[in-house]
């Protein structure tokens, strides 16, 4: 792929989530986005964020693009470990 197109495809990825953002649509909406086009842009990758609770020492929530809604459910009450 030709160096201008990849660099437009960057900046396309980056911004779409960014105006989501901007324009008030939900956390969830905005991650699945973001994960989305970590797919786009890189093919075989999946991405998923998996945000920890307040305490950071579980994951109550994840968000995906590629991956089953099933997911944080599964990841709930996986415990962190602490460094």
Excluded: K, W
């Excluded at 953002?21 to 939900?26: D, N, V």
């Amino acid at each position: 792929m030709n160096p201008a197109v990849r660099t437009a495809q960057l900046e396309e990825a980056q911004r779409q989530p960014l105006l989501m953002i901007a324009s008030g649509a939900p956390l969830g909406e905005c991650l699945d986005a973001l994960t989305d086009a970590a797919g786009r842009l890189a093919p075989g990758v999946r991405a998923c964020v998996l945000l920890a609770n307040e305490d950071r020492n579980a994951m109550p929530q994840g968000y995906s693009a590629h991956f089953p809604r099933l997911l944080p459910l599964r990841s709930r009450g996986c415990r962190l470990a602490r460094r």
